[in-house]
């Protein structure tokens, strides 16, 4: 690393602008996506902030996401069509990319300049190898902490960058301020070693009390962005904890400290309200228990002992009792002379321990008679690291919405949160030998303390556990903070009835045997998964080692959320299929069914035309009938059901497709056609008016879109009905994407007019098509027929994180069909729209079947409701 000379320092207030002067593609120019180069981007656009303390070196650093929009030409007509501007709705840009959270030990700074070195960090956050990482005289780095101060000659020395020092209480608020209001599943409740996540408002988020416990203790009551008071404080927090411990017991770590607790029994240390009444005789009159600790460390007065004499495990959970129970109790005493119900602890003191969090939660709510709860921030030590990144004013993140923050957890990347096992990891060939060295296939990650049903541990505040401690594991090493995905362009799909009311998961996997169920479900089902994505790359030594170590990865994972449900938020069914589906974009398979998709497409493809033959000869009453049939009929080819896969190995597509049609009979297990026809045919003389628009969210390739989508999407076309086909932004299994989704249309549309016209109308066919077999004569309006991208990549849908494409295109939508598992049943079967909405699924599971719908695999949902 060279050293640098001092110069002066160059301040920006401006909103980032990309510099694209002598911009160049780097690499391969046939490429799709080819990297371009932007070596004049300005070198003050500052991607990491650092909150260096006595004990820990916190950082946050932002990195562009490497995956940008293609221009495409048939999706800027279709963007055109629908006036959709690209770009977010506002003065400035916003940079899409990632937050990620590291930590250092403070005395091993040298591995912190170390990683900031390797990833050039120092250097405007350019990993380029084009980047010139000598040319650093103007770069500012934001810091707060008192080694802000400690170490800047050393920052300037060894990486030739100034540190621009922000003051710690702003940075504190400033950073529990944005998670709160940017983070779904950021704050949570910690009792009798039950966590629950706690849903905050943004806009009822003041006043509240922040208490950040470092070495010593801060109170703090904000009422604003930037208003805020330090009330009270305390000189008895984490340095107090550590310091008697080191002396008390010769721990070289706090780590090792809080470790010991695990296996204390603070019994023989503590002085107990049955010590001084008698064994098992409470104190009722104040409600007090026997068990109660009258006096911390008071048995030591009582019995002639040495030092040695007592267990250091005992000693190490009797002081972190007192500490933990005294900072509760002072911080709800100012909570109340400020009237504030409110109460966020924050700091590393806290570090996701279960003892800590119960005690200070007791004490909490043991003063307060349980009208106050103690609360905790997932990314507690972050606070004043995250506050510094915010105080550069050019990254504008401060009006940022939670639904545009995406959580990740990656494997093999230990910088993230948790221990440090080793050099940063530069690319994935590093990362995939870390699998291969710390991970064992079908073992777990940390070989944790496993926690005993709730209820049992015994652990209430004051009272002694009566599990000594043992059942309950100690977070200490493992703090669970993701890589945050900063997704401008998402936003809430407008046609909820009420967003804070919406809950996408209908599996409850708070359920031990939900959760169960289910891990064995997508263990059963990772072999299978992994052959086909080494396949779909070719079956390269290169895709089966990356395979390999998806397949470790991923168990790692579930393993992991088996012992801790919680451990990566507040976990649904949807957010555990879409981790797996991150977990093969982590190890670069881009799609795992690519192959298997164009043979389905093929397939079905083929027989698109006979198809529309038999339904052009039906009536229109028989003809509606017989699209729904086809819809639920077509769902069956999902290759993430078990079942179907079974079935795939008994006959070919068009077999199963038209057995399952043949299987169609009413009613259904969920049968609300009749009411669905009314709507759209009306009874008797009265004919309605048809649909303005209608989003039709597809599913699966092959029979899915072609024989079953595609048709009910043709059908609203000829009834005057706008279309827009809504598709995976990214793959999913054998989902359909938005990218794949135009030519399927143009494939179809060679064997249908009204197809080929809406396409033509919709932006999808660029050029004309001629030599068109058309099915049916009539001369239909030109009503267009558009592909958006839903803005996710799993097999369900969470609407409040949808693409603003799909949120602007829904604002003239007065009809929305869901169709499949996914997004009708394991997400969205609940969810109430401002417009109709119809749900249409095959139940491909047993126990959802039963969960859901009180039926039997292969059962049939049709489910329609009205706008409300």
């Known amino acids: ?330 911080s709800y005493l100012n909570a109340l002379r400020f009237g504030l119900k409110r109460i966020f602890f924050g700091g590393f003191f806290i570090r996701g321990h279960a003892y800590t969090m119960d005690a200070i939660s007791f004490a909490v709510h043991y003063w307060s008679k349980g009208t106050a709860q103690a609360m905790f921030l997932r990314h507690e030590g972050f606070l004043g690291a995250l506050g510094a990144f915010m105080s550069y004013e050019k990254h504008g993140l401060d009006d940022l919405m939670v639904h545009q923050f995406v959580e990740r957890f990656p494997m093999g990347a230990p910088y993230t949160g948790g221990k440090i096992h080793g050099p940063p990891l530069r690319n994935l060939n590093e990362k995939i030998s870390w699998m291969e060295k710390f991970l064992q296939k079908g073992t777990e990650i940390t070989a944790p303390v496993p926690m005993t049903p709730p209820g049992t541990t015994g652990l209430g505040g004051f009272e002694v556990p009566l599990s000594k401690g043992s059942t309950l594991r100690s977070d200490a090493s493992a703090l669970n903070v993701g890589v945050l995905h900063l997704i401008p362009t998402l936003e809430v799909f407008p046609l909820l009835v009420d967003p804070k009311m919406y809950e996408p998961n209908t599996v409850d996997l708070s359920d031990h045997s939900e959760l169960e169920y289910w891990f064995k479900i997508l263990s059963e089902h990772l072999p299978d998964l992994v052959d086909k994505a080494v396949a779909s790359e070719g079956g390269t030594d290169d895709a089966k080692r990356r395979g390999d170590a998806f397949g470790r990865a991923f168990s790692a994972h579930l393993a992991r959320l088996m012992e801790e449900p919680a451990a990566y938020g507040k976990l649904g069914l949807a957010k555990l299929l879409e981790m797996r589906e991150e977990c093969l974009r982590e190890f670069q398979f881009v799609d795992a069914y690519i192959s298997i998709k164009q043979r389905e497409n093929e397939a ?133 994407t938005a990218m794949e989704l135009p030519d399927i249309v143009a494939e179809a549309a060679k064997h249908c007019g009204i197809l080929r016209r809406a396409a033509e109308s919709g932006g999808l066919l660029v050029d004309a098509m001629t030599n068109t077999s058309d099915s049916s004569k009539e001369n239909s309006p030109s009503i267009p027929l558009m592909v958006v991208e839903n803005g996710c990549g799993s097999p ?38 401002k417009c109709d909405a119809l749900k249409l699924a095959m139940v491909k599971n047993q126990r959802l079947a039963e969960k859901l719908v009180k039926g039997n695999i292969y059962d049939c949902v049709c489910k329609y409701e009205p706008a409300h």
């Open 796 to 833: 369900c849908i969470d609407f409040r994180q949808v693409s603003s494409e799909l949120a602007a295109v829904a604002k003239d939508a007065d009809l929305i069909i869901l169709e499949g598992m996914g997004r009708a049943l394991h997400t969205n079967l609940y969810a109430q729209f």
């Open 1 to 330: 690393m060279a050293t640098k000379g001092t110069n002066s320092i160059h301040r920006s207030s401006s909103r980032p602008l990309l510099d694209l002067s002598k911009a160049e593609i780097q690499g391969n120019v046939e490429e799709k996506y080819p990297t371009i180069l932007l070596p004049n981007q300005s070198d003050d656009l500052s991607h990491l902030a650092l909150d260096i303390g006595g004990s820990l070196i916190k950082l946050v650093y932002f990195s562009r996401h490497e995956d940008q929009s293609t221009n495409d030409k048939r999706m800027k007509r279709v963007k055109d069509k629908l006036g959709i501007l690209n770009g977010n709705r506002r003065s400035y840009p916003i940079l899409g990319g990632r937050l990620h959270f590291v930590k250092f030990e403070t005395n091993k700074i040298n591995e912190c300049l170390e990683f900031i070195y390797s990833k050039k960090l120092h250097c405007g956050g350019w990993e380029s190898h084009h980047a010139d990482s000598t040319n650093n005289e103007n770069a500012v780095i934001k810091a707060t902490g008192g080694g802000a101060y400690k170490f800047a000659d050393l920052f300037k020395e060894r990486l030739g960058i100034s540190l621009d020092k922000e003051d710690e209480m702003d940075c504190l608020v400033a950073g529990a301020n944005f998670l709160l209001k940017a983070v779904r599943h950021e704050a949570y409740t910690h009792m009798e070693g039950q966590k629950e996540f706690v849903q905050i408002d943004p806009n009822d988020l003041f006043p509240y009390l922040l208490v950040n416990i470092g070495s010593g203790v801060s109170m703090i009551k904000v009422d604003g962005d930037g208003k805020f008071e330090r009330v009270s404080g305390t000189n008895v927090g984490g340095g107090t904890y550590w310091g008697l411990g080191r002396l008390l017991t010769n721990c070289s770590s706090f780590d090792e400290l809080l470790e010991l607790s695990q296996k204390g029994d603070n019994r023989t240390t503590d002085m107990l309200v049955g010590d001084i009444y008698g064994t098992d005789r409470d104190y009722p009159k104040i409600g007090l228990s026997a068990s109660t600790i009258a006096s911390s460390f008071g048995k030591a007065t009582l019995e002639n002992k040495e030092l040695e004499e007592y267990r250091p495990e005992d000693i190490s959970l009797s002081l972190l009792r007192m500490i933990s129970y005294n900072i509760g109790q002072i």
């Open 604 to 736: 079905s493809l083929a027989v698109f035309h006979d198809l529309l033959m038999e339904l052009d000869s039906l009536d229109e009453e028989t003809r509606l009938l017989t699209l729904i049939e086809g819809v639920l009929a077509a769902n069956i080819f999902d290759w993430g059901s078990r079942a179907c896969v079974d079935l795939y190995h008994k006959g070919t597509i068009i077999e199963i497709y038209r057995m399952s049609r043949n299987k169609m009979q009413r009613p259904w297990r969920v049968d609300d056609f009749d009411a669905f026809k009314e709507r759209m045919l009306g009874s008797g003389d009265k004919k309605p008016l048809p649909h303005r628009r209608a989003l039709l969210f597809v599913d699966n390739s092959g029979a899915d879109i072609v024989l079953g989508m595609l048709p009910l999407a043709r059908e609203l076309l000829r009834r005057g009905t706008e279309v827009v086909l809504v598709g995976n932004s990214l793959p999913a299994l054998n989902d359909v």
